[in-house]
């Protein structure tokens, strides 16, 4: 099915009807266990639902399809989904770069998990080719990218860093979230998996938390699986349900919050109160032609810098109604954080620390102009 369209796929792959009812909807198959035919002869190779479940295989094979990708591996949480990477990938003594911007939970994975079980780190900016050959050493096994950037929006070039990745041996791995499979395709340009937290735009109605993985080599896909299973950290068929629902929409959702999102973005820009804007759609965007190169739309998130410092920052979060103070991004309602106190607090002190002026925007997909008109009074 993969010669098809984005929308085709999306409410197709792996959704066939299902053959005993004709059920034109993926069933929730919510199941720990499946009757065997014989010792050793499970039906259609279902056992347990650690394992397998039809449910999660339907997410999994429609998540393949949208990203281009060969196989793909679904989680508890991206989160989840990020450990079992590194564990499938690397070993202790191992070296991964990552960016010098990342979000804050993977910092803290890396910095406070990874870590103390032999990993090492450098931070780098994944803006620039040249700074993350640079942080490159011989152990180094995986080069993270996040593009665009939580928080600050910053856009790296998935193929340039593709080139330098694979010249010293190293996987590519694109956190792919931002965008989602809709705007960009990172495994189409060279990256070696992709990471979602599909528990944003994926899902996209802030009501499940899953993680997954992308890949386009068997061999890969394979080890990812099977530490899939013996690690244990999958998502069960009512969240693979929900997660497979939310698909769907994909398409149409996206295209909402890029509008809406380009709308507020140039608000931003001329508002007194605002310092600077950071979007990837604004022509002064360091990364715009980057992005524009490989990306359908810019997305739907904005950040911004407030002109009066932390406390007007603090305070324009405080004020806003239409956009809910929380965590988070990706659903159909907008949201606003302060990242330095809340998504990025574990990275406060560290080289990733973000700036204490900074404000995140996940826009959604309501009326703009009642969007518009919340950020004015928050900013009066």
């Excluded at 508890?76 to 990342?102: F, N, Y």
């Excluded at 910092?107 to 803006?127: D, I, Q």
């Excluded at 996206?254 to 950071?278: G, Q, T, W």
């Amino acid at each position: 099915m993969t010669s098809h369209g984005f929308e085709t796929l999306a409410i197709h792959a792996g959704q066939d009807p299902e053959p005993r009812t004709g059920a034109v909807v993926t069933p929730i198959f919510q199941t720990s266990t499946y009757a065997q035919d014989a010792v050793g002869a499970p039906r259609l190779g279902y056992e347990y639902s650690r394992t397998t479940n039809p449910t999660r295989d339907a997410l999994q094979e429609c998540l393949a399809a949208l990203e281009s990708g060969r196989r793909a591996l679904t989680f508890a949480s991206g989160l989840a989904a990020e450990d079992v990477l590194l564990r499938t990938v690397c070993k202790p003594g191992d070296h991964v770069v990552i960016p010098d911007d990342a979000y804050g939970g993977t910092f803290r994975l890396f910095a406070k998990v990874a870590e103390r079980w032999g990993l090492s780190w450098t931070a780098a900016s994944v803006h620039n080719p040249d700074a993350v050959r640079a942080a490159i050493r011989p152990e180094t096994r995986i080069v993270w990218v996040e593009t665009p950037t939580n928080p600050l929006l910053g856009i790296a070039d998935i193929a340039a860093l593709a080139g330098v990745a694979h010249e010293s041996g190293a996987l590519l791995v694109v956190d792919n979230t931002f965008a989602s499979p809709y705007l960009q395709q990172p495994i189409t340009l060279g990256a070696d998996v992709v990471v979602h937290s599909t528990t944003k735009y994926v899902g996209g109605h802030s009501d499940v938390v899953g993680g997954a993985l992308i890949v386009n080599d068997d061999e890969l896909g394979a080890s990812l699986a099977y530490h899939q299973n013996a690690m244990g950290a999958i998502n069960g068929p009512f969240d693979a349900w929900l997660t497979l629902r939310g698909i769907k929409t994909l398409g149409v959702r996206m295209d909402r919050h890029c509008d809406n999102a380009e709308r507020i973005a140039a608000y931003l820009v001329h508002h007194p109160k605002v310092a600077s804007v950071l979007y990837p759609g604004l022509p002064e965007h360091p990364g715009h032609e980057v992005a524009a190169k490989q990306m359908k739309r810019f997305g739907g998130m904005v950040s911004f810098r407030a002109a009066g410092g932390e406390s007007a920052a603090i305070e324009i979060c405080n004020r806003a109604k239409l956009f809910v103070l929380g965590e988070s991004l990706g659903g159909v309602e907008s949201l606003i954080e302060h990242p330095g106190r809340m998504t990025h607090a574990s990275a406060a002190g560290s080289p990733l620390e973000v700036p204490a002026d900074l404000v995140r925007l996940s826009v959604g997909i309501e009326t703009v102009d009642d969007l518009l008109a919340d950020l004015e009074q928050a900013l009066a």
